[in-house]
């Protein structure tokens, strides 16, 4: 498939709005929480942000869409901003359902142009690549429910079909306006990905520290978590994500890249050695105590070469 054409674009939007899945968030299978489930589900500090931001682009891509002078890619953007109201609204009612304190948080929306739905594209790649991982870790590790996750991974696939839509938007765009250099595009997308970061941060500084839980078990599973492992679990997650849609598409590179170079990097460092006990000094007639002991190095999965 040849990027920039009209079989391109017809391709990119057709995929999207055919695997559209129509549902109400009030009337999904939402499973009865109590106990230390209800008690971590109440203690994540993400909730107010993420659903202010989900509201937010709700308003951004549905304003945007109306700008668009090409009936079909204006009829899938309007979808996508169906689709981010609708993961507001999912976000609202799971803070209803669960008793999560949670005020609403205002955030200022954005300008509605192509440059501030590519910030936004890019960002969502970025979103989407560590939502992967840790809804996939959650349900590894027996954090969460199975139950409930279930619900998120169903969000978590549209996140895929939008940043899988708004990458090959973007190419077909730069494209066609004689932008097509690979090089090029690819700083101009560890640009997009900068700012998008820069205003992440900024927007999560009003973030409430998370609350203090006395879970001992949660704490065990927690320290557990490496960043080898979080990488292997979220590029892992990534192929499954993206072999769902249809192979012709582009699918966002620089997320699953830097995450290989990442995975890569730690599994080059030396093994790390504990240092909790300390060996005593002999003194006469006392044996040797072995205390310290090498850690080895990961070796599950193999990097994502995508």
């Known amino acids: 498939m040849q990027v920039g054409t009209p079989q391109h674009r017809e391709l990119f939007c057709r995929t999207f709005i055919e695997t559209h899945v129509a549902f109400e968030p009030e ?4 499973p009865h929480l109590e106990g230390v489930d209800l008690e971590r589900l109440r203690a994540f500090p993400f909730w107010r942000y993420a659903r202010s931001i989900e509201q937010r682009a709700g308003r951004m891509v ?6 668009i002078d090409d009936p079909l890619i204006r009829s899938a953007v309007a979808l996508q901003g169906e689709e981010e109201t609708r993961h507001g609204r999912l ?3 799971a803070i209803e359902r669960y008793g999560i304190d949670a005020p609403p948080l205002t955030i200022a929306d954005a300008p509605i142009s192509p440059e501030e739905f590519a910030i936004f594209g890019f960002g969502e790649c970025t979103d989407s690549f560590v939502g992967f991982g840790a809804i996939a870790l959650a349900r590894k590790m027996k954090i969460l429910p199975d139950a409930l996750l279930d619900v998120f991974d169903g969000v978590m696939f549209e996140e895929a079909r939008h940043i899988v839509f708004f990458i090959n938007w973007w190419r077909y765009e730069e494209t066609r306006a004689g932008r097509g250099s690979i090089l090029a595009q690819a700083i101009k997308a560890l640009g997009y990905h900068f700012r ?6 900024t927007g999560a500084t009003d973030l409430p520290p998370m609350p203090a839980l006395d879970d001992p078990e949660l704490a065990a599973i927690v320290a557990d978590v490496t960043p080898a492992l979080f990488l292997e679990t979220a590029l892992a997650e990534n192929r499954r994500m993206m072999a769902k849609l249809d192979a012709r598409l582009l699918k966002p590179q620089v997320m699953p890249a830097i995450g290989t170079a990442l995975l890569i990097g730690i599994r080059m460092l030396p093994p790390r050695v504990a240092t909790s006990e300390k060996t005593p000094a002999l003194t006469d007639g006392a044996q040797p105590v072995e205390s310290l002991h090498a850690r080895p190095a990961a070796t599950s999965g193999q990097a994502d070469a995508a």
Do not use: N, Q, S, V
């Not at 549905?62 to 700008?67: E, G, H, I, N, Y």
């Not at 998008?196 to 941060?201: N, P, S």
């Open 27 to 30: 009337e999904l299978p939402w």
């Open 91 to 93: 976000m609202a009612h």
């Open 62 to 67: 549905t304003a945007f869409a109306k700008t």
């Open 196 to 201: 998008a970061a820069m205003g992440t941060i």
